[in-house]
Every structure is written in C-alpha cells, then in structure tokens.
C-alpha cells in the first residue's frame, strides 16, 4: 500500500505535521512538547471528566499523528497503559524523531496496522477503557474510517463503562454520516463539543451503564484535571451543557 508522505514546517514556535500537502495533520509548542496545543485534541481527552485513572487501565489512540495525545496520557497518567494504532510507518518515525513521543516501554505498545482492522480483532474486544479516534489523510474530506462497521467495532473494542472521542469535520458532508453511525453503534449515547476555531467537533459517545450526574459535580472534575494536567477544561462543561440537547439541567445520558 502506498503510503502518504510525511512533511513539516515550522511558524512561531510550533511545529506542525503535513502528508504532502499545507493541510495540518498535528502540530506541537516546540518549548512545550507534552502539551496538547490544538484544541480539538485537548477536548479528546474529555474521557478524564467521567472515568478515574486506575492501574491496569486501557486507553487507545487510533491515528497517532504528532503524538499529542499519547505523550499527554504518557505523562500525565502513568497509572494507564496506552496502545497506539498506526498504519503509516513514516508517521511513527516522525512522531518519535521531530514531535518527540516516547518510544515504547512497559505502558506504551504501538501497533502498525489499519484502525478499521484493529478493532475487529478478538484479542481487543472488551479491552480498552477509552478509545480515541484521529484519522485522517492527506486530502482531509472526513474521517478515514466513518462505517457503521468501524464504530461498531470501536464499541466491542471498549469495556463497560467506556468512552469512544472521535475527531470530526463540522463543516463536510461526512459530519452527519459519521454522527449517525456513531450513534447507531452506542445507541445514540453521543455528546458533542461546540465547533472549535478550525471546524473540527469531538464526539464522546459512551459504552455500559446510564450516567446521570448533576453538573456542578461534572465541573468539580474538570476543574480537577486542570489543576493537575492543565488542560484548559474550564471551559468544557458550559460548552457540553449548552451544546447538547435535554442535558441543560443535569447530564443524562
């Protein structure tokens, strides 16, 4: 299979990650690197605001890019076991050479095959607490992986409770197919983040058993994991609150 190439550039002190094209595939604060610079990857991390850190945990990164999201769990959740799915071995070499992701050790395995694949294997069903979702190609017209299959399998793939974040387009057609197949696989059990600055909404859908939490305890966690990650999650439950409909007075779902 012909895989894309992978390129870079630089503006301002942040280095960003292309596949042959000015289309930003990832991008990372150079004097920072564990941080989580765009915003839309900050907001895949929303699992942290309903399911507590714990040994043994499992968290999947389906589409590893600049790493952000592996470096900030590698950090910043030491208890959690990460697996990284990526199919492009260009990609890896470059996330681990210019966006300096660890390589792996005894809490991070990566796994060069296609996600669409990955979740169809019998050895990660029922596996993995979170699942994060971030494919994309070098033409960016929406997510790579978007079947009802696919999400089907991210849902078998996750224990009970588990929580799926996935990256979608706002403004492409492929938004509401991706929303319905999303929902059709976790039962329309699907938040969505308001739009961020470059059109990318964060779905967070959710496996086992009902959630009814009021919301003033939902943000006595975000206000938690910002103290001690800093994540900018202070503005997270206001916008899930107002996004979402029936979930103004308390988040059921």
């Not at 604060?29 to 714990?54: C, G, H, S, V």
């Not at 959690?80 to 260009?90: G, L, W």
Request: with cysteine; proline share 5%.
């Amino acid at each position: 299979m012909l895989m894309e190439p992978v390129t870079f550039s630089e503006s301002g002190g942040i280095r960003y990650l292309h596949f042959g094209s000015e289309l930003i595939q990832g991008a990372m604060r150079i004097r920072d690197p564990d941080e989580i610079y765009l915003e839309y990857n900050q907001q895949m991390m929303a699992w942290l605001l309903f399911l507590e850190t714990k040994p043994g945990m499992r968290v999947a990164q389906l589409g590893l890019g600049t790493g952000a999201l592996t470096k900030f769990t590698h950090r910043y959740c030491p208890a959690v076991k990460n697996t990284v799915v990526e199919m492009n071995p260009s990609v890896i070499i470059a996330a681990r050479s210019m966006f300096s992701t660890p390589s792996d050790d005894r809490r991070l395995q990566t796994i060069m095959m296609d996600a669409k694949q990955f979740v169809r294997y019998d050895d990660y069903q029922n596996h993995y607490d979170a699942i994060q979702v971030d494919l994309y190609d070098a033409i960016c017209d929406g997510p790579s992986a978007s079947s009802l299959d696919f999400y089907q399998g991210c849902y078998n793939a996750l224990k009970s409770p588990g929580i799926l974040t996935v990256n979608l387009f706002s403004r492409h057609p492929s938004l509401d197919l991706n929303l319905n197949h999303i929902g059709d696989a976790f039962d329309n059990r699907v938040l969505l983040f308001p739009e961020s600055h470059d059109c990318n909404v964060v779905a967070i859908a959710f496996k086992g058993p009902m959630l009814s939490v009021e919301w003033q305890d939902v943000s006595r966690r975000a206000k938690l994991i910002m103290e001690k990650t800093g994540l900018p999650t202070n503005t997270w439950v206001s916008g899930l609150n107002r996004e979402n409909a029936h979930q103004e007075n308390k988040l059921s779902i």
